[in-house]
């Protein structure tokens, strides 16, 4: 097999990045980019290529298998001696640093975009690592980059690609291929770290619940072999195993947003623990039942139980280091144990020299990266096992304890460093130039420091330089960051590793000591922090970009344990919804920015666990909403970012964020305050939906409308008597509820509590009934109501209340009269039928008509006007649904967001 001369000329932009070369698959497809990116990498190895041994593997992502074939050709016709290469080409990136170790080869060439999206026009990309199994330093990537810029020939060796799913050793020309397991050394290795028997006779001996999620990356292998054959796991304790070129089409991203699957399951089926890796395995999150763990926090925590939990580090811990950005959680712990700290920038390959000098043990950055000096890569597996080591050390003290217990011990122990990121992804290069221009400027001036953000008081700020105490190598520019007098800090970065437009992120920290601060929530302590970082950098004005793509966290109501009473509404972290997770990419959806939403029966009834969630609703309560449109997706021409609306969802409007199909939205009128807006959907959907869509009202017909002082009852009322019914009777539960709804146009009230409704009924229409009921109640009131209806009426439900199982009914009513009967659920109604009903509402001038209605008299009986009982800030939410419960309100309860 001869080697071949290739003629080639450089491509612009093959720059390593600080985690190698990152493009659309598209670009590497084209002719000779992929080889000439091998051909340099080869002909920047330290001691050349020739007579090299090569460790080669990556995520599985799109392209790998034609990059891994193009690798050994091109190392054939380089003179390399042997390659050594993860079965199927896979091989997790902490695994590939194990190898290259464990194998004393010179290095390894890595085929991975990390937790980049896969497919076929998504992310792929290739980089370096050293002998010591850690990313190349920047003199290597200089020099591969440099060798880009010059090259004009690339040598391979032409022949049958090789076979890469068996296991063995083969030759290619004088190049040696060997095969190996993916798993089966680092699993090994992982062994000789943790204490397996410990951690297995933990999860065996109690009610302790376990779920990771590969994200179809390519840790799923890994996992198998640890949760379920080490273990001793079942099937279900894995989720997401199979390794996917396009990663299922998701984002193998481990965070609240992209593992949300993971975050549901941990809530709706209580489980004690969770876990995520990304798509190279690199990036962990770590999850409990009510408790999320910050990155910061988390190698904080295994850093401080170490030496207790954790064999390898028995015998010592020679220092703790964190990325720039990280928070400083780590570093009470080092000032506490007396421990060696380092802060580097942003990029693994920084903690490698001090791991390498003896003087680093464990580290982590912001990001999800969490490791130690066992390997030269984070390891998110390493991270997983780290904390079932700590649970299980941790129950053998105290029988029980949580991952939320572990972290308020930690809080109570060193105090709490509030952080949380924002990422701006693909924006504008040149907008993202010109907010890290004006920050640099801003900087610069005299006057900068000393002066006030708001509350806030700058001691510092800076452009972060870094000088390696090995090698003395100065990093420059490697995040603009402001230090506030108090230690609160705010960053912002370009991030590099994205393959279209630019990212730009924005850390915000703040440290407490205050215990009765330790459970609060994040972004809420953080919101003056980052109201003065979003004016300083003028975000919006110079991007366009009126949300982040990712919050680490939002604000939301949510439920302990999943059901129960009121007193089980919290306020707490959930994932923020994205774009990406709807129909189609979120083509057709919006992202809303929630200023107040609406209660209604059916979330006190979902809290109790009596409400089924339709497939694919969010499981946060609440249905109505008003507020700013935040992002809109790439169909939606209706409404855009900025935009005041209102609107109806499936679920979730108990939070910051929601996002809803675009047709289910509206434009607020300026006549309707927030508070107004928030009260509508629900209410006067359903009530036009039940009178029109389903009972078929005509003008000069009767109606009766079942709890006629609720929200629906009172649109009803007022929609019915716009329409032109003759009669419009109720049914409450006191006197003052009968004259409220007397004052927006209902004929006669009936009180059920002092006497039968159907007897007044009958009595006030001479015994004749009505053409139509709408039904709330259900069982208790069936049998009435079929006497109650004329020939020909129609009965609407849409709720039974005092339950769903009616006895000693006499079907032949409904014969006899010839009654229609229909119930509906809005929220479970098809996104077409729900866009048609909200369309022919507006058209029909409902909404019109109510605009109209808030701007006359209230002793005015006329068209309709939107009544509200009370409002609650939503720090009050329990107190709000107290006041439902208790049937107290007269109209609607709106809670606004502070």
């Known amino acids: 097999m001869a080697v071949e001369t290739v003629a080639t000329k450089p491509f612009e932009g093959q720059k390593p990045g600080t985690s190698g070369l990152r493009k659309r698959v598209k670009v590497f497809e084209q002719a000779h980019y992929t080889e000439n990116f091998v051909q340099c990498i080869l002909d920047a190895i330290p001691g050349g290529a020739q007579g090299a041994t090569l460790v080669v593997g990556g995520d599985g992502r799109y392209f790998s298998v034609p990059a891994v074939q193009k690798i050994i050709r091109l190392s054939a016709g380089n003179g390399v001696k042997k390659l050594i290469i993860g079965q199927n080409g896979?091989?997790?990136?902490?695994?590939?640093?194990?190898?290259?170790?464990?194998?004393?080869?010179?290095?390894?060439?890595?085929?991975?975009?990390?937790?980049?999206?896969?497919?076929?026009?998504?992310?792929?990309?290739?980089?370096?690592?050293?002998?010591?199994?850690?990313?190349?330093?920047?003199?290597?990537?200089?020099?591969?980059?440099?060798?880009?810029?010059?090259?004009?020939?690339?040598?391979?060796?032409?022949?049958?690609?090789?076979?890469?799913?068996?296991?063995?050793?083969?030759?290619?020309?004088?190049?040696?291929?060997?095969?190996?397991?993916?798993?089966?050394?680092?699993?090994?290795?992982?062994?000789?770290?943790?204490?397996?028997?410990?951690?297995?006779?933990?999860?065996?001996?109690?009610?302790?619940?376990?779920?990771?999620?590969?994200?179809?990356?390519?840790?799923?292998?890994?996992?198998?072999?640890?949760?379920?054959?080490?273990?001793?796991?079942?099937?279900?304790?894995?989720?997401?195993?199979?390794?996917?070129?396009?990663?299922?089409?998701?984002?193998?991203?481990?965070?609240?947003t992209y593992a949300k699957t993971l975050v549901d399951a941990v809530e709706s089926e209580g489980l004690s623990f969770g876990a995520a890796s990304d798509g190279d395995g690199d990036r962990n999150m770590i999850l409990g039942k009510g408790a999320f763990?910050?990155?910061?926090?988390?190698?904080?925590?295994?850093?401080?139980?170490?030496?207790?939990?954790?064999?390898?580090?028995?015998?010592g811990i020679h220092g703790l280091a964190r990325s720039m950005p990280t928070s400083g959680a780590i570093d009470r712990v080092a000032r506490a144990r007396n421990y060696e700290l380092f802060e580097v920038p942003t990029g693994w390959k920084f903690f490698g020299n001090l791991m390498d000098a003896g003087r680093l043990s464990i580290c982590g950055e912001e990001s999800f990266g969490t490791g130690s000096d066992h390997i030269r890569e984070k390891d998110g597996l390493w991270a997983v096992v780290a904390w079932l080591s700590i649970l299980a050390a941790a129950n053998k003290e105290k029988a029980g304890t949580s991952v939320a217990d572990v972290l308020q011990g930690h809080y109570a122990k060193y105090g709490r460093n509030f952080f949380s990121r924002y990422d701006y992804e693909e924006v504008d290069s040149d907008g993202a130039k010109k907010v890290m221009d004006l920050l640099r400027s801003r900087f610069s001036e005299p006057s900068f420091k000393g002066s006030k953000l708001g509350p806030f008081t700058v001691a510092d700020a800076d452009d972060f330089s870094y000088t390696d105490p090995i090698d003395k190598s100065v990093s420059k520019n490697q995040g603009l960051y402001v230090l506030f007098d108090d230690g609160s800090r705010i960053i912002f970065r370009l991030s590099g590793t994205g393959s279209a437009g630019a990212t730009i992120r924005l850390y915000v920290e703040k440290y407490t000591h205050d215990t009765a601060e330790y459970t609060a929530d994040v972004q809420k302590a953080l919101k003056p922090l980052i109201d003065e970082a979003l004016n300083l950098a003028q975000l919006e004005q110079l991007t366009g970009r009126s949300a982040p793509t990712v919050i680490t966290t939002m604000r939301a109501v949510l439920i302990r344990d999943k059901v129960g009473p009121s007193s089980a509404l919290y306020i707490g972290d959930a994932p923020t919804p994205q774009l990406a997770d709807g129909q189609n990419g979120g083509k057709d959806d919006v992202i809303v920015k929630v200023k107040a939403f609406g209660l209604n029966r059916m979330d006190l009834l979902q809290r109790e666990g009596k409400y089924p969630i339709p497939p694919g609703a969010s499981p946060i309560l609440g249905v109505e909403f008003s507020g700013h449109v935040a992002e809109v997706g790439a169909g939606v021409s209706s409404v855009a970012p900025g935009d005041e609306v209102f609107g109806l969802a499936t679920g979730g409007a108990y939070a910051d964020y929601v996002r809803i199909p675009a047709p289910m939205v509206m434009k607020k009128p300026t006549e309707l305050s927030w508070v107004q807006a928030a009260s509508m959907p629900e209410a006067f959907l359903t009530a036009f939906q039940a009178l029109h869509v389903l009972g078929s009202l005509q003008k000069g017909e009767d109606l009766l409308v079942h709890a006629g002082a609720s929200g629906v009852g009172l649109a009803a009322i007022q929609l019915a008597k716009a329409h032109g019914a003759r009669h419009v009777y109720v049914t409450a539960g006191s006197e003052e509820k009968i004259a409220f709804c007397q004052s927006l146009g209902a004929t006669a009230g009936f009180n059920y509590k002092t006497g039968s409704w159907k007897e007044g009924l009958m009595q006030a229409t001479d015994n004749q009934g009505v053409d139509v009921i709408m039904d709330f109640v259900g069982a208790p009131y069936f049998a009435d109501n079929l006497a109650s209806l004329k020939r020909d009426g129609r009965l609407t439900m849409q709720g039974f209340m005092g339950g769903a199982v009616a006895k000693d009914v006499n079907l032949g009513t409904i014969l006899a009269k010839r009654l229609r009967i229909e119930g509906s659920t809005l929220r479970s109604r098809s996104l077409d039928y729900q866009s048609k009903l909200v369309q022919d509402f507006f058209h029909s001038g409902g909404l019109q008509a109510i605009t109209k209605g808030v701007q006359r008299d209230k002793t005015e009986v006329g068209s309709p006007r939107l009544v509200v009982y009370d409002t609650f800030d939503w720090n009050e939410i329990r107190q709000a649904h107290d006041t439902m419960a208790a049937n107290k309100n007269t109209g609607k309860i709106v809670v606004t967001i502070s």
């Open 90 to 256: 896979i091989l997790s990136t902490p695994a590939a640093s194990h190898v290259i170790r464990l194998r004393k080869a010179t290095g390894g060439i890595l085929l991975t975009a990390s937790h980049n999206p896969g497919g076929p026009d998504a992310d792929f990309g290739i980089k370096y690592n050293m002998e010591n199994g850690g990313p190349a330093p920047e003199a290597v990537t200089n020099q591969i980059y440099k060798r880009t810029t010059e090259i004009t020939e690339y040598k391979e060796v032409k022949g049958n690609d090789v076979d890469l799913s068996k296991i063995g050793t083969s030759q290619f020309g004088d190049l040696e291929v060997e095969v190996i397991d993916s798993v089966k050394d680092y699993v090994e290795y992982l062994g000789q770290i943790f204490d397996f028997d410990l951690i297995r006779s933990f999860l065996s001996s109690g009610d302790f619940s376990v779920r990771f999620d590969g994200l179809h990356g390519v840790t799923g292998p890994y996992a198998k072999a640890l949760f379920v054959e080490q273990f001793g796991l079942g099937d279900k304790a894995v989720q997401n195993c199979v390794p996917l070129p396009d990663f299922g089409g998701g984002h193998p991203d481990p965070n609240l």
């Open 293 to 315: 763990v910050n990155p910061s926090d988390s190698v904080a925590i295994i850093a401080d139980w170490a030496q207790k939990a954790i064999p390898y580090f028995a015998k």
